[in-house]
């Protein structure tokens, strides 16, 4: 088992900034990927990016490119997710989620993932 502990969300003004961090039990470079998923009261659970951890790829989903960044911190098993220029569209629950034993075959599709956070909020206003 994994455990996944989200941290950084919080309330900000539109054009702030957060930073999301992603603590994992297990050690990330054990993973093969690991990303964010978003979900507001409106819609179904959104991908927002994911790091493919072996070769640091990055893939973000077109809403946040130029915006959001991901990094790790293997020492810290750790991955951040440093959110800039935030809109009022990007409130939501974001989830941290990860892949370990299995492929990472396709970064969007939460059921790729096989372990999950519980969460943490973040609320931009205009």
């Known amino acids: 088992q994994v455990q996944l502990v989200e941290s950084g969300g919080g309330s900000v003004q539109a054009g702030g900034s957060l930073r999301l961090s992603c603590a994992a039990s297990r050690d990330i470079y054990d993973a093969n990927c690991m990303g964010w998923f978003r979900q507001n009261s409106r819609k179904e659970r959104e991908a927002v990016a994911t790091?493919?951890?072996?070769?640091?790829?990055?893939r973000y989903t077109d809403a946040v490119k130029g915006r959001f960044t991901l990094s790790q911190d293997n020492a810290k098993n750790t991955v951040y997710l440093q959110m800039n220029s935030l809109k009022p569209e990007d409130t939501a629950m974001y989830y941290c989620?990860?892949?370990?034993?299995?492929?990472?075959?396709?970064?969007?599709?939460?059921?790729?993932?096989?372990?999950w956070g519980q969460g943490t909020q973040v609320t931009v206003s205009s």
């Open positions: 989620a990860a892949v370990y034993g299995r492929s990472c075959r396709d970064w969007s599709v939460a059921s790729t993932y096989n372990y």
């Open positions: 790091l493919y951890i072996g070769g640091g790829s990055t």
